[in-house]
């Protein structure tokens, strides 16, 4: 007998072919950005466009859906009614395609994808050795690193916008998180190589808080860890100037403005001879912690589970550089990278 033909129907999915056909991925992309960040050149930034770009698609959009997406109040920009119902349709949208994006790249093994990692401004001299020597094992991964402040990472966090995260003060209230014990991450005090403390042993920290100090800017892990210390003593540092880069501090010491507190890790391309001299001081180092975060309950795709497992065995390879670069550590380091060899040790936050 002849096979019965299938009869069932599945009707059409709901298609907007209006927006299909006017609007694009590009556009929401740069309105979800701009209602994210609450700002054009901010948005403009991130995307690595023009501001007259961004102007220019958005306008676009806002044609298309016939109502306005953002009203200027002053200097800040709002999203109107619309663009807060747009704004979670992107969402929405986005984590969809997002999730099929991951499971395609799972399907392809680790011979294709792409992993997304955001850093705290400090993590830029760690970050591109783990990825360097990451890429050298799986060639066909396509890497992108942010680097921004705190507070952008945590913007970033909440908008899903990436795999995964670096930072050395994970945030406690701001979102629930998942964090992973990586790196350490010492804080020494640096000094100019003429400086007349260089090469003494263990100098007081009073001695210390009579030197002219350049200091991060509010907000900062290092300036809240370095002013916890000194005022632990009764002591506060005589500040001089405030700068919210590293590598702008580290001009400053070499330049004779004053001594600071930073990341031992600044020093990794300068190496132990270079211009910037670490100082023997009571104290110090600070032994902080580096974590790579994600927040609780997100899905990792195959390639950012492979390089959360990858980065936290290169621990010994990173504590081994660090003490190449200050050999007293090399005893701290060996304490700090307890506990840091399995996933399994994660905190919950």
């Not at 770009?53 to 859906?65: A, R």
């Not at 995260?165 to 998942?178: N, R």
């Not at 190589?193 to 042993?201: A, S």
């Not at 005589?238 to 004779?256: C, D, F, P, T, Y």
């Amino acid at each position: 007998m002849p096979k019965a033909k299938d009869t069932s129907y599945t009707p059409p999915v709901a298609m907007p072919d209006y927006l299909i056909r006017h609007a694009t991925l590009r556009q929401l992309q740069v309105f979800e950005a701009i209602y994210r960040l609450g700002s054009f050149t901010r948005a403009a930034e991130e995307l690595f466009l023009t501001q007259p770009t961004v102007s220019m698609q958005i306008k676009k959009l806002t044609d298309v859906m016939g109502l306005p997406l953002f009203e200027h109040v002053g200097r800040n920009v709002e999203p109107t009614e619309a663009g807060n119902e747009l704004y979670e349709a992107c969402r929405r949208m986005f984590e969809t395609l997002s999730n099929l994006e991951m499971k395609m790249d799972d399907l392809k093994g680790m011979k294709r994808g792409r992993l997304l990692i955001a850093v705290i401004t400090t993590a830029k001299y760690l970050a591109p050795e783990i990825l360097g020597e990451f890429s050298q094992l799986y060639p066909g991964i396509d890497l992108a690193l942010k680097v921004t402040n705190r507070d952008r990472i945590i913007e970033r966090m909440h908008a899903n916008a990436d795999d995964l995260y670096i930072m050395g003060q994970p945030p406690e209230d701001e979102i629930d998180i998942q964090t992973y014990p990586f790196s350490p991450n010492p804080l020494v005090v640096m000094a100019p190589r003429n400086h007349p403390l260089v090469g003494k042993k263990i100098v007081s920290l009073a001695d210390i808080a009579k030197e002219p100090f350049i200091i991060r800017e509010p907000g900062s892990g290092i300036r809240d860890a370095t002013l916890k210390l000194f005022s632990a003593h009764g002591l506060r540092p005589k500040i001089r100037m405030e700068l919210g880069s590293n590598e702008a501090i580290k001009h400053a010491i070499v330049a004779g403005l004053g001594l600071s507190v930073l990341s031992l890790h600044t020093l990794t391309l300068d190496g132990a001879d270079g211009p910037v001299a670490i100082l023997d001081v009571e104290g110090f180092p600070i032994m902080r912690q580096w974590y790579i975060v994600h927040p609780k309950g997100k899905e990792l795709s195959l390639v950012a589970s492979t390089f959360l497992d990858f980065a936290i065995e290169s621990v010994p390879r990173i504590s081994e550089r660090i003490g190449n670069t200050w050999p007293a550590l090399k005893n701290m380091l060996k304490d700090a990278k307890k506990g840091t060899k399995h996933r399994k040790k994660a905190v919950s936050k």
